[in-house]
């Protein structure tokens, strides 16, 4: 899994110092790949800029994981999450430029346990973003990102409803197109 990340991140990389053009312009594409700190796997995003420094995000995920038990059935769990958010890029005369973002995520988790579904929830959450981008070449950046979201978790088995929130911080590079 870390070669084929290493190899996404030079596919990515080497676009960004050759091509030229305002990055942050109505009409641009921005795609990147990123790791936070709360699922620890790679995660794609996919923003359109709507108006200059203003981009619509859209960030897709789906994960599925084996935990072993020592003391009876492994466990499967099956997360897919669906996002939209706004950002907005504050130009500068630099290679720092700060963002800030305020969207909704929602998730669907299923575990399975010996064949038997134990867990069934369906989350939708609030999320903000502030977050710094350091710019390489014409069309490449690295973007660091603090997030705090919150929520309502349903779990449909039991038609129990909890509220949450949590925050994470992530790393990732994007590719202006």
Known sequence: MRILAAVVMCALFVPSVVCAEERFDRGSFRISLGIDSAAGDLSPDIAYFVANNLELVVHFDAQSLKIEN???PDDEL???ALGAAMFYDFRT???MVPFLGVGLVGYHT???TAGVKT???DEVQLSLAAGLRFLLGE???VDLTLTGTGGS?????SSASVDFSHGQVG???SLFL
């Open 119 to 121: 867990n069934d929830t």
């Open 110 to 112: 299923e575990v399975v």
């Open 93 to 95: 005369n630099s290679s």
């Open 153 to 157: 978790l349903e779990d449909n088995l």
């Open 139 to 141: 069309r490449g950046s």
């Open 70 to 72: 020592t003391s009876g």
């Open 78 to 80: 099956k997360t897919t």
């Open 171 to 173: 790393i990732s590079y």
